[in-house]
């Protein structure tokens, strides 16, 4: 056997012959793919006020998309200065491909706050 440009050439031989002829051909692989088993949350708005007042409380609602499956989701919030938690860990139910919301409460500091909202899911 033979390598040419790539391809296998088998000796005349060993070859199968066809009345018609191959001009070409390709070999492709598919990947199975593994079916999603719990939820792919996805962020897609969040409502919150510009300016609120020291020691205010006040909700920030996050809009999400489950791309993945039914099961247990979470959110939190971490102020981005102290690295703290500041809102801890929610979990609540999503379902299969759905889309909603949900409000965190949170209080304002002495202070400017930058915080990153997280959502995530429970395998």
Known sequence: MAIIAGRKILPLAERVFDP???DDYREIT???AVPTAYPK???TNI???SSVVAGQSFDITVYYRNDGEAGTAWIRAIDLDTNEEVVPRQT???EAGRSGSISISFT???RDV???IELGHVE
């Open 20 to 22: 018609d002829i191959l």
């Open 114 to 116: 930058r915080l990153r």
């Open 30 to 32: 598919i990947t199975l």
């Open 92 to 94: 609540f139910s999503v």
């Open 41 to 43: 949350m996805v962020i």
């Open 108 to 110: 304002m500091p002495d």
């Open 47 to 49: 409502d919150y006020p």
